[in-house]
């Protein structure tokens, strides 16, 4: 299949509701359960589609309603035909569990069992998913793959293959497994292929899943979301843990934070509960049930403040969060957007203020090339020179610097020197495919004795209160 044989999907009425895609009855309560009655343009677009038995290749923003594009037609199909199977595989385990959440809360009938094969879990539990013969397994393509390896999962009855956010696994370097897995797989089967960009490696992989799919494209996979205002704080690196900690004083609610490396996330969140910040850390590390623990109580509003790897950036999908601080800048331009897109969900307003200092030139262009790539921009306007900290600190209205609008999107950098997170450390990315999970010392909560009253006084009615991270 050469790109000219790709199919564009016709431009079609926007469906007003999901009764006009057939949908078998008991579904269609479940959706209503779910509170599901206006389709997204993705889910208008993938459904009918999919309902088809069409091969899907669709791009559309994080936040865009993908899961139900694709799971809810999935699920259609494994109630017609009791003896078909499915398989999802995503990027990431928190990507993978939270999709199995939102499916599972779609299947209206008893025999479609579930699994979930993702790093990080005792293979013990995963085999007694196994043994109870799921007919639908959600997992990351490491996890997938071992289990092939193993002989504990079969995967000849698969009619239906979902490949979500298929960029970031490449970029994770799991190219190999993909390829792997796909020998076990059916010739004969439906698949859809989901990615947030499409260079040259998506399209190859296209070539050889898919059959001539339908192409399915929803808004710009380069341009923020409208309801994102972004901001722009231009320091010195010396004074970029100050400007971090006078943005959490002059904001409300929910924050995450980025940064670059996986033990810079746990030194600046210990650093910032020391300043009775209630804050918390989540990267490549941590052992399965500590990430779960930590992402649960962020979205229980146990701790305000979460201090992330790109690790977060796709698939976290917690309403509540109101900002989002690049604290330190992302490693390839399109992980910004994803980065941002953790705020203004279901659409609600957010922020994303990006901590940019003179180090950060290159990369900063980078950015503002991939969001506006017939834009010619002034060396003034990408990046601080040396010596000089413009906007270091959040004016009391809670802005934090220059603001850009949506099509003028930038922030990229390496960690800082002063307030460092992780200097010259190796980056989560790129390290291809998940890091092996070792055992860990105990984490306990830091001292208490440093001052500061931080930005938690805002985040509750009780007013700032001490935080222990989890151990």
């Given at each position: 299949m050469s790109n000219t044989e790709m199919k564009q999907a016709e431009t079609t009425e926007m469906k007003s509701d999901f009764s006009s895609f057939g949908l078998p009855e008991k579904l269609m309560q479940a959706l209503v359960r779910m509170n599901f009655t206006t389709p997204t343009p993705i889910q208008s677009q993938a459904i009918p589609l999919a309902m088809q038995g069409k091969d899907i290749l669709g791009s559309a923003q994080?936040?865009?309603?993908?899961?139900?594009?694709?799971?809810?037609?999935?699920?259609?199909k494994l109630m017609e035909d009791p003896q078909a199977c499915a398989l999802v595989m995503t990027p990431t385990r928190e990507l993978a569990a939270q999709v199995l959440a939102a499916l599972e809360q779609m299947i209206p009938v008893p025999n479609i069992k579930t699994a979930l094969l993702i790093g990080g879990e005792p293979m013990p539990k995963q085999f007694n998913q196994l043994k109870n013969m799921p007919r639908l397994i959600v997992g990351t393509p490491g996890r997938i793959n071992d289990h092939l390896t193993r002989g504990t999962v079969k995967l000849n009855r698969t009619a239906f293959l979902v490949l979500d956010e298929?960029?970031?696994?490449?970029?994770?370097?799991?190219?190999?497994?993909?390829?792997?897995?796909?020998?076990?797989?059916?010739?004969?089967?439906?698949?859809?292929?989901?990615?947030?960009?499409?260079?040259?490696?998506?399209?190859?992989?296209?070539?050889?899943?898919?059959?001539?799919?339908?192409?399915?494209?929803?808004?710009?996979?380069?341009?923020?979301?409208?309801?994102?205002?972004?901001?722009?704080?231009?320091?010195?690196e010396s004074d970029k843990y100050s400007a971090l900690l006078s943005q959490l004083e002059n904001r409300t609610g929910s924050i995450i934070i980025f940064v670059k490396t996986k033990h810079g996330t746990e030194r600046l969140a210990d650093k910032l509960c020391r300043e009775e910040h209630r804050a918390d850390a989540i990267h490549g590390d941590l052992q399965q049930r500590k990430r779960d623990r930590v992402i649960q109580s962020f979205r229980d509003k146990k701790f305000r403040v979460l201090v992330a790897t790109d690790v977060a950036a796709r698939g976290l999908d917690i309403p509540h969060i109101e900002h989002v601080i690049n604290y330190d800048l992302p490693q390839v331009p399109e992980d910004y957007i994803h980065r941002i897109g953790r705020t203004a969900r279901a659409g609600a307003e957010g922020s994303a203020v990006n901590l940019l200092t003179p180090s950060d030139r290159i990369k900063w262009k980078a950015i503002q090339r991939l969001m506006n790539p017939n834009e010619k921009f002034?060396?003034?306007?990408?990046?601080?020179?040396?010596?000089?900290?413009?906007?270091?600190?959040?004016?009391?209205?809670?802005?934090?610097?220059?603001?850009?609008?949506?099509?003028?999107?930038?922030?990229?950098?390496?960690?800082?020197?002063?307030?460092?997170?992780?200097?010259?450390?190796?980056?989560?990315?790129?390290?291809?495919?998940?890091?092996?999970?070792?055992?860990?010392?105990?984490?306990?909560?830091?001292?208490?004795?440093?001052?500061?009253?931080?930005?938690?006084?805002?985040?509750?009615?009780?007013?700032?209160?001490?935080?222990?991270?989890?151990?």
């Open positions: 994080t936040g865009t309603g993908k899961t139900g594009a694709f799971g809810i037609p999935l699920i259609a298929t960029d970031r696994m490449l970029d994770m370097g799991f190219s190999v497994q993909l390829e792997k897995i796909a020998q076990y797989l059916p010739k004969q089967r439906q698949t859809m292929m989901f990615s947030a960009t499409m260079p040259s490696s998506i399209m190859k992989i296209a070539n050889s899943y898919l059959h001539n799919p339908q192409r399915i494209t929803v808004g710009s996979t380069t341009t923020p979301q409208a309801n994102i205002k972004q901001e722009l704080v231009q320091v010195n002034e060396e003034e306007a990408s990046a601080p020179r040396r010596g000089a900290s413009r906007g270091g600190s959040a004016p009391r209205s809670g802005g934090g610097g220059r603001s850009f609008s949506s099509d003028r999107n930038s922030s990229r950098g390496d960690g800082p020197r002063g307030g460092s997170t992780g200097g010259g450390e190796r980056s989560e990315r790129g390290s291809g495919g998940f890091v092996p999970f070792h055992e860990r010392k105990k984490f306990g909560g830091p001292s208490r004795d440093g001052g500061g009253t931080g930005g938690n006084k805002r985040f509750g009615s009780s007013g700032p209160k001490k935080y222990t991270r989890a151990a």
